[in-house]
Each structure stands twice: as C-alpha cells, then as structure tokens.
C-alpha cells in the first residue's frame, strides 16, 4: 500500500506570493493533517481535515488555509508568502477522525521563500 | 493547551550502549503518547506508542514507560545501532482531542557511534 504522497517534493518562492501544496493519504485513510516544521520551533500543527470539513485548527495566521477534497485528498495554500514561512511541511494521514487512530507522516514538501 | 518537553536535545551514545529520552506533558487529561524517528531528508515514522490505561509497552530494542502521576514518559532503546541515529520525538494528545492534532517535544538528536 502507498503511503502518504506529496507534491512537490521542493518549492522555491518569493515573498508575497502565494503557493498550494498537495497531499495524497494512505488508500482508505479519510482524515488529513498538516504540520509546519522548522528548526527553531519544531514539528508544530496546522489544521486537521476530514469528510471535507476542517475539523482542527492550530495557531497560524489567516494565510494559512487547506481543504480536502472528497476522495481525501487535501491542499494547503500559504498567501502573501513571509520568509518566516520557509519550513518543511508535512501531511499526515489515518483511517478515520477522532482518536485511537496512528497518524502517518508523508516525506513533506520543503519551502523556500526568497 | 498541551505543552510536551523533551529531553536531551542531543544524545551520542556507543554502539551497543542503551540510550534513554525523556519527554515530560502538561495535560493531565493527555492519553496517547506516540515516538517517531526521522531520518535525515525522510518522513516522521511512528516507532511506538502508548495509552494512559498502560505502564509500558516493548517492541523488541525500544521500549516506551509512562508515568501518569509525574506526566512524564520516556523511551528506551537497548543494544543501540548506528542505523537508530536520527531524531526522535515524543508527542501527546489530550483526552477528547484527534490523534490527528499532536503536540510535539523539541526532538533529540541521538548519535550513535560504531
């Protein structure tokens, strides 16, 4: 079975611009979850999609927004792209929401604002 | 809403030494603990977890404990290899909330040296 896919695996862009990544689940896996990582503050929570709604949300600026689609799939969109937002950003999927579901990571997309 | 601390931040032990990471919670209502190890340049891959209804589990080498009076948890790998070099880091989800919303420690770089 695949695991967690995301496109494109490296993105450079400069400020002000805005930029989507992608995120393919697991087969069968219906929730979706986003994490920004950097060195500084670590792997920290974006928000968390499933059956198309936004179920959870973390503490990042109104530029940050995702959805999911209905075959799972998820988008995250970054406006107005800050330096600050260079990081590598992770897809997580599981089977179902809620808990007693393990959350499997994808490789991440690294961005690069210039 | 939760904190997680982890630590060391690094760790450089001897092949065939036992490394030990310890992670400390502030929800006292926190029930599931997750490990993952990430590699240089790869996805966060789960490595072991545990509920708040257990003390311990083992998975051959790695070992997680969990202190509920204390909120802390550690992990344990015996006979270390140069391939467990990577970082790992601990997590915790509040009772009530998504597994697919962790809450991360800062990550341990653990060195092991053949």
């Known amino acids: 079975k695949a695991g967690v896919t995301q496109t494109p695996r490296y993105l450079i862009k400069t400020r002000g611009q805005q930029v989507t990544l992608s995120c393919s689940p697991i087969?069968?896996?219906?929730?979706v979850s986003w994490y920004q990582q950097t060195p500084g503050q670590g792997l920290q929570f974006l928000f968390e999609y499933f059956s198309e709604t936004q179920r959870n949300k973390g503490n990042f600026p109104g530029r940050f927004s995702g959805r999911q689609f209905s075959n799972s799939r998820s988008e995250m969109n970054v406006s107005t792209l800050e330096l600050g937002d260079s990081a590598l950003y992770l897809c997580?999927?599981?089977?179902?929401f809620g808990q007693g579901e393990k959350l499997f990571f994808g490789s991440g997309t690294q961005l690069s604002v210039l | 809403g939760e904190n997680v601390e982890q630590h060391p931040s690094t760790l450089s032990v001897q092949e065939g030494d036992s490394a030990v990471i310890k992670c400390t919670y502030s929800d006292s209502a926190s029930n599931y603990f997750p490990w993952y190890k990430q590699e240089l340049g790869k996805r966060p891959q789960l490595i072991i977890d545990i509920r708040s209804n257990v003390g311990e589990k083992k998975d051959q080498r790695i070992a997680v404990t969990l202190n509920k009076t204390a909120k802390h948890f550690s992990l344990h790998i015996t006979e270390t290899q140069p391939e467990d070099s990577a970082v790992y880091f601990c997590a915790a989800i509040p009772g009530g909330t998504s597994y697919g919303k962790l809450t991360f420690g800062q990550g341990t770089i653990l060195t092991v040296h053949p």
């Open positions: 087969s069968g896996h219906r929730s």
């Open positions: 997580a999927s599981s089977r179902e």
